[in-house]
């Protein structure tokens, strides 16, 4: 019985609308559309760590780009949890990210969106531990954030209208 059931999974699987989205490998639409995209400067630490992030997993291969990828970051501190001596005991850093997908050879904007997330830091006795750990933060927030740009900017390439270059 239970042979019967994954035997009508398996069969129904296909019907359900799933494909991969890398379909044909490093030659396929998406990739190929993910290393025509140039990144814009971004300002701060922050913006550092975005770039990075997003240039390595765009992996641009020396054409001529056709996609400008403009992003703003907005990253913030906040202290959550207080003691008694009014000291904060627990932070979170926000980060948020704005960005534009812009098509360089009309100008247009093609993708507007935006994408964030946060972490939790346990704020110590030393300074140092603390700091240390919101640089971590940071750098595994920019990681996650650059990841869900991509994979934004991957669906947009993969329903992109074929007349986009």
């Given at each position: 019985?239970?042979?019967?059931?994954?035997?009508l999974?398996?069969?129904?699987?296909?019907?359900?609308?799933?494909h991969?989205?890398?379909?044909?490998?490093?030659?396929?639409?998406v990739?190929?559309?993910?290393?025509?995209?140039?990144?814009?400067?971004?300002?701060?630490?922050a913006?550092?760590?975005?770039?990075?992030?997003?240039?390595d997993?765009?992996?641009?291969?020396?054409?001529?780009?056709?996609?400008?990828?403009?992003?703003?970051?907005?990253?913030?501190i906040?202290?959550?949890?207080?003691?008694?001596?009014?000291?904060?005991?627990?932070?979170?850093?926000?980060l948020r990210?704005?960005?534009?997908?812009?098509?360089l050879?009309?100008?247009?904007v093609?993708?507007?969106?935006?994408a964030?997330?946060?972490?939790?830091?346990?704020?110590?006795?030393?300074?140092?531990?603390?700091?240390?750990?919101?640089?971590?933060?940071?750098?595994?927030?920019?990681?996650?954030?650059?990841?869900?740009?991509?994979?934004?900017?991957?669906?947009?390439?993969e329903h992109?209208?074929?007349?986009?270059?």
């Amino acid at each position: 019985m239970k042979r019967l059931g994954i035997l009508l999974l398996a069969l129904a699987l296909p019907g359900c609308g799933l494909h991969p989205l890398y379909s044909g490998g490093s030659s396929g639409a998406v990739a190929t559309m993910l290393t025509r995209v140039e990144v814009a400067p971004i300002d701060g630490k922050a913006g550092w760590l975005m770039g990075n992030a997003l240039r390595d997993k765009l992996a641009a291969q020396g054409e001529t780009p056709l996609y400008r990828l403009e992003v703003r970051l907005d990253d913030k501190i906040i202290g959550l949890g207080v003691r008694r001596d009014d000291s904060v005991s627990r932070e979170r850093r926000t980060l948020r990210a704005r960005y534009q997908l812009v098509e360089l050879a009309h100008g247009t904007v093609v993708l507007d969106a935006s994408a964030g997330s946060d972490a939790g830091i346990d704020v110590v006795s030393s300074d140092y531990a603390t700091i240390a750990a919101e640089n971590t933060a940071l750098e595994n927030l920019s990681e996650i954030v650059a990841n869900q740009i991509i994979s934004r900017v991957a669906l947009y390439a993969e329903h992109a209208p074929a007349s986009e270059p």
